[in-house]
């Protein structure tokens, strides 16, 4: 029988322990099928023989591993199928004679070192998206954020700087049957597993997003079963928003029917309808929207479905018009809608919209007595193989699209209107200018409207510096808290 040679990980992601040892192993000529991976508390890798020896310790050693499956292993190492090690070590060992084995998708190794790889990823998306914080008081008697999920893999720590970085200024755990991480603001600790008995179940603020979840659910777009590969039921019962979905997948029939039925509205003076296809000449009359007398949001949303004033319309999905109270006093307006925006047809649903609502919910300003929306209709973006890129649109996207912004303003007759950035504040002042210029005061753009211009919330996510991204948090609830007060300070008249 054949001697086997053992190696121990401290635990099932221990990863570079794995590479460390296995450099060591292959360089003295350890064939694959004499490996045996030990997880300290665990057997990771079951199979046949006797396993033996163990090696003292790791020699020295040139052995270099190839880079591309070190990182293609980063991932699919962290999948919870026993043979993976032994899968990884294998294809070392081949490696050292077929060089060119990795770009063999057909290979049985390759192809199942990918379909790991590929299960990690889509598992770490799953995590990312799904999620969900309760508040708690914590024994001091700040505010702190707990989680519960059940991820397939052994994701948690590798996943936890994503988490760091999206929510680098509060204190929150997630708990996980096999691993936790609690952030206090400034260190991340990787902690033992936990239960589902161990977090919250409910707090205030899902209130807000359940009312939210089921405002922006367009039961004409529902496809349950794209809805359920993207977010498969095992990850219902940890979202808020959960108990909501079979009601209104189960009402989604009727109410597309009644939508379907419902006589379409029409404006009482039909608005201007812009150009069928290219882009027109910006005159100062495009500039200038006159805006139609009276349309209502929803006519205007259908107006805006057939935009050609610029060539944003082609690439893509769908226009996203402005969202919320028709008669909000508080209007937001970003810059573009985003990827994940240009595929829900509502503004302020991707990351940047999670850091939006989560300001809002710190200073107390309900959303949903808000009117939200871009000073760009439609998502500028640079495909990039899979991905769709943001770009910024430049200040002739933005001209063009005042004509819409303008109609929405006059509709909704906001008294103050926050810009959101730059290209928000072009937007409603038809001028570019500076946000140190203008930051945080309220100033008035007519006899019914102030502005109020704040940095765009995607700027928080780009921070890379602890400090900065504290300061720069900080400075964006103040701009939001100067905006709740005015508003209490001049009620409408
Ligand atoms: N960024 C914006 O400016 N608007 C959105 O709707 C989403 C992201």
Excluded at 136 to 152: R, T
Excluded at 296 to 316: G, K, M, V, Y
Excluded at 349 to 370: H, M, S, Y
Excluded at 400 to 428: F, M, N, S, Y
Aim: hydrophobic share 45%.
């Amino acid at each position: 029988m054949q001697t086997m040679t053992r190696i121990e990980l401290a635990a099932a992601d221990d990863v570079d322990t794995f590479w460390h040892h296995a450099a060591a192993l292959a360089a003295s000529g350890v064939p694959h099928e004499a490996l045996v991976v030990d997880i300290a508390g665990g057997t990771a890798d079951l199979f046949g023989g006797t396993p033996a020896t163990a090696p003292s310790s790791s020699p020295q050693t040139a052995y270099g591993i190839s880079t591309v499956l070190r990182a293609l292993g980063t991932t699919a190492l962290l999948h919870t199928d026993p043979q993976r090690f032994r899968l990884f070590y294998r294809l070392m060992r081949r490696l050292e004679a077929e060089p060119y084995l990795l770009s063999i998708a057909s290979d049985p190794d390759v192809a199942r070192a990918a379909a790991l790889h590929k299960a990690v990823r889509r598992d770490m998306h799953k995590m990312t998206a799904f999620v969900r914080f309760r508040e708690i008081v914590a024994p001091d008697g700040q505010p702190a954020f707990i989680a519960w999920f059940e991820p397939e893999h052994h994701i948690v720590a590798a996943i936890a700087p994503f988490f760091v970085r999206r929510f680098a200024n509060m204190r929150w755990s997630i708990l996980t049957p096999r691993r936790s991480i609690h952030w206090d603001g400034e260190t991340l600790v990787v902690a033992a597993g936990a239960t589902r008995r161990d977090a919250p179940t409910g707090d205030p603020v899902e209130d807000v997003w359940r009312t939210y979840y089921a405002n922006i659910f367009n039961p004409a777009r529902l496809k349950v079963q794209a809805m359920q590969t993207e977010m498969p039921k095992k990850y219902w019962h940890n979202l808020p928003e959960s108990d909501l979905i079979a009601p209104l997948i189960k009402s989604a029939r009727s109410r597309t029917a009644a939508m379907i039925a419902a006589p379409a509205s029409i404006p009482a003076k039909p608005i201007q309808r812009p150009p069928a296809i290219s882009a027109p000449p910006l005159t100062m009359a495009t500039v200038i929207a006159p805006g139609p007398d009276a349309v209502t949001l929803e006519s205007l949303a259908d107006e805006e479905a057939s935009c050609r004033r610029c060539p944003l319309f082609q690439p893509a999905t769908q226009v996203v018009p402005g969202n919320g109270a028709p008669d909000a006093r508080l209007m937001f307006v970003g810059e573009q809608p985003g990827d994940q925006e240009d595929i829900a047809g509502v503004p302020f649903v991707g990351p940047a919209g999670n850091v939006f609502n989560i300001a809002l919910e710190r200073v107390g300003i309900d959303r949903t007595q808000c009117f939200v929306t871009n000073a760009v209709k439609h998502f500028k973006f640079e495909p990039r193989g899979k991905r769709r890129l943001h770009k910024k649109p430049n200040t002739s996207e933005i001209d063009h699209c005042r004509w819409w912004l303008d109609i929405e303003r006059k509709l909704v007759k906001p008294q103050l209107i926050v810009a959101l950035g730059v290209t928000a504040a072009r937007g409603i002042l038809g001028k570019t200018v500076t946000i140190s210029s203008m930051r945080g005061q309220i100033q008035p753009l007519n006899d019914r409207e102030h502005v109020l211009v704040t940095v765009h919330p995607s700027y928080l996510l780009r921070l890379t510096d602890e400090a900065d991204k504290r300061r720069e948090w900080n400075a964006f609830l103040a701009d939001l808290a100067t905006a709740k007060d005015w508003l209490a300070d001049h009620p409408r008249l």
